[in-house]
Each structure stands twice: as C-alpha cells, then as structure tokens.
C-alpha cells in the first residue's frame, strides 16, 4: 500500500528544478480551469436530471475535491509542507476537535441544502398545481428556513456538548448589549415577519410606500424589494414599510382614474357632460364595467371643473398612461366637433382706486410716444395701468 510519505518523495524526484515547478504549476492551473469548464458545461444536464440545488450542491463539492487536491499538489512541488505543520503546531486540535469542526461544516451545509431544495419544491408547488399564492411560497420558505438553521444550530451545539439552557441563563448581559448594538436589524426582522403574515402587498403588486411606488419584486425578512417605473431598483427595510403608509394600487384587480377638464362658463353643462361621456365609452382601454361617470367638480378660475372617472383592470403604469391617453384625447376631439370651448385662463384688468377710476383700454405701442403721451395730447399711466393686473 502506498502512503502519502512514498507520493511526496516521488513528486520531489520527478520535479526537482525551479523550471519544473513552475511548469507544473502551469499545468495544475490550466487543468483547474478545465474542470472548471468541464463542470459548468454539465450544469444543464445535471440539472436535467436532479433538483436545481441538489446539481449546485454537487458541482460545489466536485470544484471543492479538485480545489484541495490541486493545492495540496502545489504545496508538495513547491515543497511547502513545513507551513501546514507549523499551523496545526500553533493550533494543536485534538482529534474529536477536527471531527467535531467537520461535522458542525457538514451540518450547516445540510441546512443551507435542504432550505434550497424545499424552496424550490414550493415554488414548483406554486406553479404546477396552483396551491399556493407567491406571498404564501415566501412565507412557507422562510418559516422553513428559520425551523431548519436552529434545528442545525441544535445539532452543532450537541455535537460541542454545549447545553443551550447554560447559553441562555450566561447570555443575559450579552443579549442587552447585542440587542442594543443591532435593535435596528432586529427591529426590520420582526417587521419583516410582520409584512409576510400581514399581506399589505404581494409579488408583483403596484404600490406606493412613502416617496417610492413601483412593482414589488422582493419580500424578505429584512426587507422589501420594488422596481420603479424608471427601472431602479429600490430596497425599503421593513421596519419603514411597517411606518409608512401603504397604497397598494392592485389589491382589487382594478384601479379607478380621474382626469379634469374645464369648460367655459357659458358652456351648457350637461351637454358637455352628456358629450364627454360619449367620448369615453368609444375608448378601448378603460373598462366598460363599471360604467364611466362625469360629474362636477368645482368652479376654476377660468372655467368650470368636470371631473372625468373610468377604471383599468389589472393595473400597471403603462396601462394607466394609455387609458389616460385615449381619454384626453377623444374628449378633446368631441369637444372641438360639438363647439364646446375649453377656455383659456383669463385675466380681468381695472383702475385702481387711488388712480382716480383710470379706466384700462387697448392701445397699441404706435398710438403712444416715449414720453408716454398719446395722440390725442392725453397721458397715459403706465405705472398705475401696470399696477391693475392681477385684480380680477
């Protein structure tokens, strides 16, 4: 049987040169790289055949055997052994301290394993069958995850003959000064699991939390993820989420919209009522049922108000711009075709009283001289004329 002692001594005898142990550098490296791509080219098949994460889990250790294997070669050629000594000198680990590191890594790595293959048996669950919601799929996972890492966290602790009661009763001013120390970590983890049971808002909702609103991409325990409509990407801590006030524009599947349009005074009312409401039901995005409405809304400075209200179904920005779009526009059209004027702002001009009643005319710069005299011989105000606007 042939130890390590007879490998060590044979790679010495082959490569005894510092021109050898470069070249076999060299080598080690480019058939690293190989295996490299040799394992990301059988992703897809792998994963073909086994669980997404089960396939990551594999090509993770395969790279890790060939990591260690590599190395350890390269330490022998470049004869470097006496490093690995003098580190275990310095730490000195029992036998049971090495197997007790090893299987507290292997349970850990079991944990992260099995939170990835149970999320990805939900969100398979989710699509296939329909049997749960997206916000449902994110709180089943982190439940899981929570459950499976502390029962890991259990398992190490057994295997270091720790007993969690002792932790508990030692850990009374460590806990005060670690709660002091991240109370705002914790705080957006407990309003994390506050948002996931709550249900302000699911995947793929269009909402509105204090100055940002976008399409929600995200939900973790920490925080919430939404995409704005200039396609930035903003993370809220969940603690704000919880703090602020929430609008969520698609909870209902349908979103109401209301545009203004004014309508000169003289304007027969219900005629234009009647004409603008017409003009909506020719439009094709918003929403036949419920019915469109017009109703007044207010006395504007130059016009009277007509509030216009139609609905969207399914909501996003995109379809709330284009249902505003075609509304503005075919109002707008039927309006020039049945005579009824959308004003423009006006102004009234008058004396003011101090000026003596001065009464404001229409005059062109031609019928006054610079001096401000008229020709007529009578002079005009140009300070108080100036001064009346405004007064209406």
């Known amino acids: 049987m042939v130890d390590h002692l007879s490998i060590r001594n044979a790679i010495w005898r082959s490569i005894g040169s510092a021109e050898a142990q470069i070249l076999a550098t060299l080598a080690t490296l480019f058939l690293f790289a190989l295996v490299l791509l040799a394992v990301r080219s059988a992703g897809p098949r792998l994963k073909a055949t086994v669980d997404n994460a089960v396939a990551e889990s594999i090509q993770a250790g395969i790279v890790g055997v060939f990591a260690v294997t590599f190395s350890l070669f390269l330490i022998v050629v470049w004869r470097a052994g006496w490093l ?104 957006a983890v407990l309003a994390g699991f506050v948002v996931l049971f709550s249900r302000p808002f699911d995947l793929g909702d269009w909402v509105e939390i204090g100055d940002e609103e976008g399409i929600v991409t995200d939900i973790s325990v920490f925080n919430t993820q939404i995409r704005t409509f200039d396609d930035e990407y903003v993370m809220i801590p969940n603690d704000l989420v919880t703090d602020t006030e929430i609008r969520n524009r698609s909870r209902k599947g349908r979103l109401r919209i209301e545009t203004d349009v004014g309508v000169d005074y003289d304007t027969d009312l219900e005629r234009a009522m009647d004409v603008a409401l017409a003009a909506m039901d020719e439009t094709e995005t918003p929403m036949e049922r419920p019915d469109h409405n017009v109703v007044l809304s207010e006395f504007g400075g130059s016009s009277v108000v007509l509030k216009l209200r139609y609905y969207i179904d399914n909501p996003s920005a995109r379809k709330m711009w284009k249902a505003r779009t075609e509304v503005i526009a075919a109002v707008k059209e039927a309006f020039t075709e049945e005579d009824v004027k959308i004003p423009f702002p006006q102004r009234e001009l008058s004396g003011r009283p101090d000026a003596g009643g001065l009464a404001v005319q229409s005059m062109g710069s031609s019928d006054v001289s610079d001096d401000g005299e008229s020709v007529d011989g009578s002079r005009v105000e140009r300070e108080d004329a100036a001064g009346t606007e405004g007064e209406r």
């Open 84 to 187: 690995i000594e003098r580190g275990f000198e310095q730490i000195d680990p029992s036998t049971v301290d090495v197997v007790a590191i090893v299987l507290s890594v292997a349970v850990f790595a079991s944990a992260y394993l099995l939170t990835r293959i149970t999320k990805n048996n939900i969100r398979r669950l989710s699509k296939e069958h329909g049997a749960i919601t997206n916000h449902q799929q994110e709180v089943a996972h982190h439940v899981v995850q929570l459950f499976v890492f502390g029962l890991g966290i259990l398992m190490v602790l057994g295997i270091w003959n720790v007993n969690p009661g002792d932790l508990l009763l030692g850990a009374g001013a460590a806990t005060v000064v670690f709660g002091l120390a991240a109370r705002q970590t914790l705080g």
